[in-house]
């Protein structure tokens, strides 16, 4: 094994074709047995349901080295159940869980050489995704699906460092037409390209969007979860059911209550208590746990000075221990790093 000759420290969050990805196709109610491949494209019907009316499904996981050099993956089996959510919501076919697993390590070893290694900062990222393949024209799902799962090696969403991370108080909805808020689906993110695309050349990293019914209540970012810290050290996160199920916020609360015995409380967050906090991060597994420096909010700005040159010291405990888990220095809740073994 040879890792690719690759410059891991100043790696993008961005795609760059590995060797090789899996693929299974669903044909007459059954999925076939699956295999790599080395072909990166796919070749579809101009009518397939997947261009005409956005049948597709998606999660996001990564691949770490860890310090004593095994590859792992951080809790697969919550990546395979939202993805199951995410599919029977659009009308589409479970993809077995025992089958994502199986995928997960015939990718990663397959793979391997794209790891980054530990300490470099990167990480191998997963994006294991679902599609109606065939033609359909009246508006019905498809009866022919493809699962695959494309792997790059990235480095971290947001760069931070010198310039801290603002966010704004967005009034553009995300929700897909019909309120599919809570799962990772093709549309959802479509309907935030606009938004994204207005906070960018307006200065900012991303928007926080409110609850489409009151538009009071905090809901998330276009790509991570909220965590917020009180003055007196509490974590806070939203609760809300259009948002999407973060496994790595849910992560961050058993971690924050069990691990470092703080006070957790998941509730609705307003936006009239924004200035209370005295911390303010953005969760996933791409985004891992980014500070918050600036929040504006039309013609209020909120200053974080815990998220300015440095990350608040309860966001870094949680960063700390998060990451010491998945790069295996620090010993996590059983199941939640999974090996696989590449020989
Ligand atoms: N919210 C949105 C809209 C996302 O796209 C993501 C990333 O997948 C998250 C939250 C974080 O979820 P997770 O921690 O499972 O990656
Ligand atoms: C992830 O964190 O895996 C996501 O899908 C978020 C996206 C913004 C890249």
Not at 27 to 52: M, P, R, S, Y
Not at 100 to 122: H, I, R, T
Not at 141 to 166: C, H, M, N, S, W
Not at 269 to 285: H, I, M, N, S
């Amino acid at each position: 094994m040879a890792k690719k000759d690759i410059d891991w420290g100043s790696l993008p969050f961005g795609y760059m074709e590995t060797d090789y990805r899996y693929v299974s196709n669903f044909k007459n109610g059954a999925w076939d047995n699956g295999e790599l491949t080395k072909d990166a494209n796919i070749t579809l019907n101009e009518c397939a349901c997947v261009f005409q009316y956005a049948q597709t499904v998606f999660e996001g996981l990564k691949a770490y080295t860890t310090k004593d050099g095994r590859t792992v993956v951080f809790r697969p089996d919550l990546n395979a159940d939202r993805l199951r959510d995410s599919a029977l919501r659009l009308k589409m076919p479970e993809f077995p869980k025992e089958r994502f697993l199986e995928a997960v390590d015939m990718v990663v070893k397959a793979n391997a050489d794209w790891v980054p290694p530990y300490g470099s900062g990167a990480t191998l990222y997963l994006r294991p995704f679902m599609f109606g393949s065939n033609s359909v024209i009246g508006v019905k799902p498809a009866d022919e699906y493809q699962f695959r799962i494309l792997t790059t090696p990235v480095g971290p969403y947001f760069k931070g460092g010198a310039k801290p991370i603002t966010i704004r108080v967005t009034d553009f909805d995300r929700a897909a037409p019909h309120g599919t808020g809570n799962i990772k689906a093709g549309l959802n993110y479509a309907m935030s390209l606009y938004a994204i695309v207005d906070a960018h050349e307006k200065g900012f990293d991303e928007n926080m969007y409110l609850d489409a019914t009151t538009r009071t209540k905090v809901e998330e970012t276009g790509g991570a979860n909220f965590l917020f810290v009180t003055k007196d050290g509490k974590v806070v996160t939203p609760k809300s059911d259009s948002i999407l199920p973060s496994i790595t916020r849910r992560s961050l609360v058993q971690v924050a209550r069990d691990i470092l015995g703080l006070e957790v409380e998941e509730r609705e967050v307003f936006v009239d208590e924004l200035p209370d906090f005295a911390e303010c991060g953005l969760c996933g597994t791409a985004a891992v746990i980014s500070p918050v420096g600036k929040i504006v909010n039309h013609d209020k700005e909120i200053l974080l000075p815990a998220g300015m040159e440095n990350m608040g010291p309860v966001t870094k405990k949680l960063y700390d221990t998060l990451t010491g888990i998945q790069m295996g220095t620090i010993d996590g809740p059983e199941g939640w790093v999974h090996e696989i073994k590449i020989d």
